[in-house]
């Protein structure tokens, strides 16, 4: 190719187009505009899907499989027209999207089925996208392996397609759904009866040779590669489980098993899918057997030195910058179910990460694995016994690798590790945290509201937030769950899962003993049901239909009913829909939509073959059907079209095509100058640019800085990168289509401004990015405003802008372009101060007082 | 006792939806059924304040639903959900005196005010027909 330089040197400045390379690049132009047009429209159906997923609407399949449907033709569309401007150049797209239009079809469909895979996988080859093989648990093990390379236990995973081989090879499949579809689960007697069946025809049968011949491969390797006699540990990972739904401790695990018995202890964690709490939890959660297979996992038992849990976010305080850590001596096993006292640390998640708060338990006991297999308890050595179990130096490592995996997952996590003889961090699982937090302070009750509702309780720790009243009911025995009533206080000495089958009746639960990091206390967070932990003696004092309010944030008990606390907590709860299975479809679906991957067009992996979703598909052809323009031009060598740089002193790089009358011929060289651009609508716009100081960065508070920089963070070389980004001007002499990138917004101007007032019009669409939904929205809020001061349409559908204005005379166009260039320039930090809505009133009156 | 919303729709999901905000923000006792064929059984069997009737469903269509379910309730106020695009039928669904109709999507205050406006007029006009009633009992008795 030749270079710029050379032709133009050779170019006549009053040269006479080429008229088949000009009809070419017309032709060109078209599929061009119709792909900016079908990018528009893309982008309005996602943003339209997004705000469905909110929880604000009620929608239907019909709605999902139409917006799918057309997404699908336009993004079909966008692939088609590049490949037009390109003379076929990028054909492999097509294939990254037969995939995921498929996988988009099989979800719709509602197929779940059950990926035909190997039975065994080794954790080397796992990640988040085996999911529906290895089941949630292991999957994101194999993440943290894998992707972030932090330290997990040698092992394999037994995949669910192991799982239907068994079924299948047995042929049990039509009898537990016979038996599951004919079970009323709010009959706790047939519940148990049917739960015994189950697991009874599971545990009779043998495991079916070919599966048996995997395993003893399997764990013969893994004894090769530890290199001595070992012990594993097997741990359910179910299909759904861990993803959203926390399922906590519903099904079983093993510990400290000989790998020859691993067969056996495959089975019994099968059967214990069928344990009454666990069909409970899942038929009444409104999940199908059938959806339900089960993934399993098998790792090398680590001796713990300690062990526990892990919360990327205190369930408590979930805004602040602090990662909750629960631990106690030998097995974590007894933190997360709840049956020992652990110490409590708190650690900042920012460097250095200090260590603010240490509250070590006394320790007694603790468990361990015990030598014959199996594990066992045993005393704590007496001058351990108050001696905290982690060491400074552990608890800021563990505030660091909080830090690390919650980001990765970008969603708070419980994460439950093992401390090893060398004091190595080794993590066991990994999954989102339940948490729901609420806005304003609680009400504080007066003396005297104070002496009508004496405070019974004032001790332990929030294991779920919120307020709830009824009767006290004292739980010692599982049977005593049967007669548990509807809007009781369920009062305990320990905490247990068990207790899930009457969570969706209890207003509250107290406990003498537990953490926070209890199996129980996640159910609870899950049901939402107020729970106090740890307040050693709420069985002693509080009696049997006492009518009692539970406050846990404030871990406080109040006898009767405190109308003014349980109001104040009735406030809205978030997304209601947020389980129910069709937003868990919605949310999978979304998935292969909506994440973008591709973000910076100068790396090596902006390519087809890294493009994973329908959104980096989208990115790509625009992107590269904008670039193929230029590129188009750079070599037709010929008058036929020119790819110029507009010189400007600001940090952009602003890229012209001329497509007739847009640029004086006298224009030399590369770059042209201000004075040479002839359409008028660049000449106006860009003077309001120029008009503005280019905005350094505004005073702002630390959650701004924070929001925007986890979104950069994905972004190698963050903002200043994005500035090398290119902006594109396609212009003739009364036309303009300006694509302009201001660090991550992207404004789209397109002007017609002829002498015929009725063809005249301005399209301004606006897409943010870099920040918080909530932030992104409220400066998308200043946008509409100011357009609409300007008397543009404008229709905003959480950050995306889309304004529009007809049939101005060209004198009334002059004003507002010049007011967009303003309105383009201000609105680019925008995002870094939007902290809260009094700054969106004040920014647009800033802009109207100062700019128009 | 709590005045009760029969809901139609042959998708589950949809049911679930409807009936998970029902139920959480207001008192109203709510039964679902994605089965049209089913309605006037259930209507026999127990009184409705509301019907919520989906328009297009694969047994029988909304419109012939609302023609059965008068010849069993003819007081019977009923809301039609429409599919977005469907508006033709929806103004037939008026002209046979549906309440309202919405379209889907929705949001979720928007069938919450359909349906307080409808239990407004429901309760309005149950206590017309007590004291009609009433009137007439009157008017007999002065005859008599």
New interface residues.
Partial sequence: MRSFKGWFRKKEPESFPDPALTAALRQKYGAFRRLLADDQEVLEIITDLEE?YNG????????LR?NIRRLSEKVYNLIHLLNEISNLKYTDLYRTYEQIQQELNDLLAQKRKIPVDEMVLPFERISLEKEESVGGKMANLGELRNRLGLPVPRGFAITAYAYKAFIGYHQLQEEISRQLNALDINRLEDLLVVSRDIQERILEKPIPPFLEETLTKSYRELIEKTGSEIRVSVRSSALGEDSRLSFAGQYGTVLNVDPREIGEKYKEILASKFTPRAIFYFIGK?FREEELAMGMGCMIMIPAKAGGVLYTVGPENPERPEAVIHAHWGLGKTVVDGSVSPDLFRVSKEPPFRVKESLPAHKEKMMIADAEGGIKWVAVPLARRDQPCLSGDTISRLGHMAKIIEEHFRHPQDIEWALDEEDQIIFLQTRPLKIFSRKGNPPVLSAEELSQYPVLLDTGVTGAQGVGSGPVFIVGQERDLIDFPSGAVLVAKTPSPKWVTVMSKAKGIVTDLGSSASHMAALAREFRVPTILNTHKATQILIPGQEVTVDAGQCRVYQGQVDKLIDYFEVEPGN??ED???FILFEKILNRIVPLNLVDPTQPDFSPAHCRTFHDLIRFTHQTATQEMFSLSHSAQSSAGEALQLETNLPLEILLIDLGGGISPLSKGRKVKGEMILSWPLLVFWKGVQSMKWPGPKPLDMKGFASVVAHTAAEPGGESRIYSEKSFALLAADYMNFSIRLGYHLSTIEVMGGAEEGENFINFIFKGGGATIDRRDRRARVVSTVLERLGFQVNQKMDLVDARLFNHPRAEMEKILLALGKLTVYTKQLDMVMFNDAIVDWSIEEFIKEHL | MAERILIVDDEIDMLELLELIITDRTEYEVVTTNSPLEVTDLLKKQPFDLLITDLRMPDIDGIELIERVKQVDDQLPFIIITAYGTIESAVEAMRKGAFDYITKPFRQEQILLTIEKVMKWRRLQKENIALKAELEKMKKGSDA
Avoid: N
């Fill in positions: 469905k604000e609407y009620l929608f239907d399949m019909q709605y139409t409104g209601p829909f129910t299975p069709l």
